[in-house]
């Protein structure tokens, strides 16, 4: 089953983001810098206008929702980064997953933090994603 978001037994939820579809984590497109401040969540994809609506997760970004084509939407297992949260933070971190993202030139899109950092997040969105689970 598909989940989400999924409790671990020490209190973190591990934020889903393996496919470009509604309550999964992703980059919307090629000018935002893969790093955790600009981290969305997919609220919805349109199949017959090739758009998918995203909400940011961080509580620190002033955009709230964006938009963006289908082929610009970045999944998060693609830069090699899971992405983990509780009591009202986030974090990005690389895991064992071969990096796939790629520019339209074909370089490599590498992830820009090196290490793990704390991002307040929007609860709405987290929740938004929770309602989305069902």
Partial sequence: MDE???KTEIGLFMLVGSEIKA???AIINQ????ESNLVVVIQ?????????QAKY???????LSCYGPLS?????????????????IYSCF??????TAM???????????????????RPDVLTTALALEI
């Fill in 23 to 25: 309550g999964h984590c």
């Fill in 57 to 63: 997760l961080s509580s620190n970004f002033t955009m």
């Fill in 72 to 88: 610009n939407v970045t999944p998060l297992d693609r830069f090699g980064v899971s992405a983990v949260a509780s009591q009202g």
């Fill in 31 to 34: 000018f935002d810098r893969p």
């Fill in 103 to 121: 520019y339209p030139d074909s370089s490599q899109r590498k992830w820009q933090e090196r290490s793990p950092v704390g991002v307040r997040l």
């Fill in 44 to 52: 919805a994809v349109d199949s017959h206008t090739g758009m998918v």
């Fill in 94 to 99: 690389k895991n064992d997953l071969e990096v």
């Fill in 4 to 6: 989400v978001l999924s």
